[in-house]
C-alpha cells in the first residue's frame, strides 16, 4: 500500500471528505494498493516486462467539475506521481497504462457507481441490514434466486465469503431433524448423504460434547 509517511486518520478524512465534495484529492494523499502479479504469473506480460494494477481511494463518482471521460488522464497522472514518491524510476519505466474510472466500472462491469462492493461497508448496512432488512439471509423474493455477491453479508473483499455461504441452502432445505433423539432410519441417512466426496473434500464428523452436572 502506498500511504505515505506519517498519515494518520487525519489524512484520511481529508481524503474521504474531498470525495463526498466530488473533488480528486492530490497526488500526495491518495490511497493506492499496488499489485505486480506478473512477478507470480510472468504469462501477463512479455519478457522483460511487468503489470501493475493500482487501486486508488478515495475517489467520487460524480465529479464537482467536469467529468471523467475529461479527468481520467488527470488521476492516471496522480497516481503514477503518488507511487514515484517512493518508486521513483515507476514513472519513466510505464509503457503503457489503462485508466479505469467509477464511471468506466459501472459501464464495462455494471457496478453501480463503480463501488467493487455493491454498497458501502458502512454500520447501517452491515450484518442483518445487508443489502437491506428482510434480504439478509441470501433468499430473495424471487423464489430460487440467492445473493451471493459483494452486497450480501458480510460484504466484499478478499475472503469470497458471500459466495461459499449461500450454497447450501440453493439445493433446498435441509431434511428435518427427527425429535425425541429416535435415530434417522438407514434409508433416511442413505438418501440425505453425498455419494462421493468431491475432489479436495474430506468428510468430517461433528460430535456433540456431553455435559455433566457439576458436583458439589
Not at 452491515?126 to 434480504?135: A, D, E, Q, S, Y
Not at 461459499?164 to 433423539?181: F, I, K, Y
Not at 468431491?198 to 456433540?208: E, F, I, N, V, Y
Request: aromatic share 6%; with cysteine; net charge positive.
Amino acid at each position: 500500500m502506498v500511504h505515505g509517511d506519517g498519515v494518520g486518520l487525519d489524512v484520511a478524512d481529508r481524503c474521504y471528505d474531498r470525495s463526498k465534495r466530488g473533488e480528486i484529492a492530490p497526488s500526495d494523499e491518495l490511497f493506492i494498493d499496488c499489485v505486480v502479479a506478473s512477478n507470480v504469473d510472468d504469462t501477463l506480460a512479455p519478457a522483460g516486462r511487468h503489470i501493475m494494477t493500482c487501486f486508488v481511494q478515495y475517489v467520487p463518482y460524480r465529479l464537482a467539475e467536469g467529468d471523467w471521460d475529461q479527468r481520467a488522464g488527470e488521476l492516471g497522472d496522480k497516481g503514477i506521481s503518488r507511487i514515484s514518491q517512493f518508486a521513483p524510476n515507476v514513472a519513466g519505466a510505464v509503457v503503457a497504462r489503462q485508466v479505469l474510472t467509477p464511471l468506466d466500472l459501472e459501464r464495462t462491469y455494471g457496478l453501480t457507481e463503480g463501488n467493487i462492493f455493491h454498497g458501502d461497508i458502512r454500520f447501517d448496512q452491515l450484518f442483518h441490514m445487508r443489502p437491506v432488512p428482510g434480504w439478509a439471509r441470501y433468499a430473495s423474493p424471487v423464489d430460487g434466486l440467492y445473493l451471493c455477491g459483494a452486497g450480501a453479508h458480510p460484504g466484499g473483499g478478499v475472503s469470497g465469503a458471500p459466495r461459499p455461504t449461500p450454497a447450501p441452502h440453493a439445493h433446498g432445505p435441509p431434511p428435518p431433524r427427527p425429535r425425541g433423539g429416535a435415530r434417522m432410519p438407514p434409508a433416511a441417512r442413505s438418501a440425505s448423504a453425498p455419494a462421493e466426496t468431491a475432489p479436495g473434500q474430506a468428510r468430517t464428523r461433528s460430535h456433540r460434547p456431553r455435559h455433566r452436572p457439576l458436583r458439589r
